[in-house]
């Protein structure tokens, strides 16, 4: 297997190598907090279910069993996720948290914002994607700068509010995070 460096990116000359890293968050491995702990046994450990708020639930279970996590209308209960984070992972460039979401309805427009730590004991960072502006599933990113970023080896932990929408349901439909490799 042949590489090539072009236009700032490698390539093997039988198929592309990308310097972008991807991590998946699973929609079911987010989980409630109230008052920024992670809830009781009796809240299920704080784990999303049809019961929960928000809902882990699907699109339409006869027609399109995609999951969604549902926010109710004025429901913006925390959720937060931690991930290690990868040794090829270039902490001079920015990590990008995209959010795959779309509201029910064109009255509300929030933002999802999230407090981002670094290992234990980092500085919190805040953060937010732009407004949620339709009803069509679209990309919303927040994006943190490599300022911000500490030295390998790394965990990230996020706790991610969703704004004000006293009208709309609001739906996440997918979380992942992209960065630079090395």
């Given at each position: 297997m042949t590489q090539e460096y072009q236009d700032s990116n490698?390539?093997?000359?039988?198929?592309?190598?990308?310097?972008?890293?991807?991590?998946?968050?699973?929609?079911?491995?987010?989980?409630?907090?109230?008052?920024?702990?992670?809830?009781n046994i009796a809240a299920n450990g704080g784990l999303l279910a049809s019961d929960t708020t928000p809902i882990l639930e699907a699109v339409n279970g006869a027609t399109d069993?995609?999951?969604?996590?549902?926010?109710?209308?004025?429901?913006?209960?925390?959720?937060?996720?931690?991930?290690?984070?990868?040794?090829?992972?270039?902490?001079?460039?920015?990590?990008?948290?995209k959010f795959?979401?779309?509201?029910?309805?064109?009255?509300?427009?929030?933002?999802?914002?999230?407090?981002?730590?670094?290992?234990?004991?980092?500085?919190?960072r805040t953060v937010a994607t732009g407004a949620i502006t339709g009803t069509t599933v679209a990309e919303y990113t927040a994006t943190i700068v490599a300022a911000s970023i500490p030295t390998l080896p790394l965990t990230l932990s996020a706790q991610l509010t969703l704004g004000a929408?006293?009208?709309?349901?609001?739906?996440?439909?997918?979380?992942?995070?992209?960065?630079?490799?090395?």
């Open positions: 490698w390539r093997q000359l039988d198929g592309p190598l990308s310097r972008t890293g991807f991590i998946a968050i699973p929609l079911g491995s987010l989980r409630e907090l109230s008052s920024n702990a992670t809830m069993s995609a999951l969604r996590v549902n926010w109710a209308a004025s429901n913006s209960d925390l959720l937060t996720f931690q991930t290690p984070l990868p040794p090829d992972l270039d902490p001079s460039n920015p990590i990008v948290i795959l979401a779309a509201m029910a309805g064109a009255t509300n427009t929030p933002t999802i914002s999230g407090d981002y730590f670094f290992n234990v004991g980092g500085t919190k929408h006293t009208s709309d349901a609001a739906y996440l439909y997918g979380v992942y995070i992209t960065y630079t490799r090395k």
